[in-house]
């Protein structure tokens, strides 16, 4: 079986996501990445979601 094509318009591209990380303040920024690693590294421990 063939692929069908069905158009002939090429994909859009989208727009490049805005650059939030630069809009926040070096403080801000820092602190939120320690956050946010502290909670990856947590979501990795046993327990955390039950698979004690």
Do not use: F, Y
């Amino acid at each position: 079986m063939q692929p069908v094509q069905l158009s002939l318009l090429p994909d859009p591209v989208p727009a490049p996501p805005p650059d939030l990380l630069a809009r926040v303040p070096g403080l801000q920024a820092a602190a939120a990445i320690t956050l946010l690693g502290g909670l990856i590294a947590r979501a990795g421990q046993p327990g955390v979601r039950g698979d004690e």
